[in-house]
């Protein structure tokens, strides 16, 4: 059982540090200490796909509704209903 328990240390500690290695620390794995890289950080030049799209143009605007529009539109809504409640 203790060979057992050595062995999954083992194993962890392997997978650990191939773990690190693939993510690109290797300065990690081989000195086994986290080493702080002070680099300075590049502004990103933008690329095309990042730039903003231009603004939609607005859709016209509606006209505005008044009583008379909207009490024959509720008379067609009216008509049609009963022609197809009728039907």
Known sequence: ??????FCVILVAVAYSATLWFMGRRDDVLHGEFV??????P??????????AP???LPPAQPK???ENLQALLEAIKRDLNDAASA
């Open 1 to 6: 059982m203790f060979e057992l328990i050595i």
């Open 36 to 41: 702080h890289v002070e680099q300075p950080s």
């Open 55 to 57: 603004p939609l143009p």
């Open 65 to 67: 509704a008044n009583p």
């Open 43 to 52: 502004e990103p030049s933008p690329q095309p796909w990042m730039t903003p």
